[in-house]
């Protein structure tokens, strides 16, 4: 969430930013100012009549205790209509902070700087590109098909218990998935992170200070009776776990690693490119969490994201980095990298990492600040990042590792899983 102060002080530059997103509600920012100018004003009003009706009971009790009744009665005669004034500006008040907080829960982040100006995942910029496109033998197969070939993920049988989008793994399959979660989490570990393992399910505060409300709810499984979302990503509690937390300058940064299954609606979602584990509505992922200092936060952004690539390098996969156009971008997020695997099988490339800093716009929301060396306390910046989401490493592994005589395990792989080749 933008501060207030900053979209009154900086209206061009709030303007200009919410352009490379080609936001489309570009007035909410003068509503949000006028209602701000207007709350300000109540604000000094109020101040001003309770400022004086606290002297005038200060007056009045002083008057009472020297036993001068009348000139008492006098002044509270005179005042008698601050109470009633205190209460109707009390409730402008109330109505105005709750128009303003309304306007401004529907601006996104402002882009940084660096992110260039577009609307499609076509406008993205490619920064970097690593490796070589795999050479698979002839008449190569699509995950799907390998997984049907070598009986390791039954989509089929996840329809019958729960629904499209809800894979079961299977025998060598589900080695791989555990092995992918211990291989992610034992290099975060490795990387400064501290593991933690949180719950599957958070309230709505949880869900508003990480920006998935209310933007999100439509991707977001509720559990109505208890008002709990399932949640879309760990990022939500884990960053949810410094929520109205005020740290220490000389812990930042903090940094945090968990795995968790995901759930995501995915409405909508039709076509040969969701097919197989390109979308689930239920996936694995190991996610990192980073808590830092403002003045080093996109340091923190290129440190994590060639973290997320030394991941991709061990597993020997050809991959490239986008830094995502404004119009790409997360509501939340002031800069995004992308990190995408090609599938040499179906031709493209598979989203498998975000890494994103959302400057102050989470812990905004979040209450979430550190107090440094001077005693005062200030906003933070929060990041995090994908390391990794499991299924399409896993696509991109069954595909760019197929062979005539099964899926080759990566090298790196080989100890977690304990076999070599799937056939």
Known sequence: MLQVNYIRENREKVLERLSVRNFKQPELVD???????ERRSTQTSLDGISAEANAAAKQIGDLMRTGKKEEAEAIKAQTA???ENI???????????????NLVVQLPNLPYDLVPKGSTAEENEVVYVHGAPAELPTKALPHWELAAKYDIIDFELGVKITGAGFPVYKGKGARLQRALINFFLDHATEAGYKEMQVPHLVNAASGFGTGQLPDKEGQMYHSTVDDLYLIPTAEVPVTNLYRDVIVKEEDLPIKNTAYTPCFRREAG?????????????QFDKVEVVQITHPDKSYETLEEMSKYVQSLLQELGLHYRVLRLCGGDMGFTSAMTYDMEVWSAAQERWLEVSSVSNFETYQANRLKLRFKGKEGKAQL????????????????????NYQTENGIKIPE?????TGFDIID
Do not use: W
């Not at 979602?269 to 509505?281: K, Q």
């Not at 933070?380 to 595909?399: D, K, Q």
């Open 412 to 416: 790196a792989l080989v100890k977690y």
């Open 269 to 281: 979602s039709y076509g040969a490119h969701v097919r197989g584990l390109n979308r689930l509505h």
């Open 81 to 83: 209509s601050h109470k």
């Open 380 to 399: 933070a910046h929060s990041l995090n990042g994908s390391a990794l989401a499991l299924p399409r490493i896993v696509a991109s592994i069954l595909e």
């Open 87 to 101: 209460k109707n500006l009390t409730e402008k008040l109330n109505e105005l902070e709750t128009a303003q907080f």
């Open 31 to 37: 509503e949000i100012i006028k209602i701000d100018e």
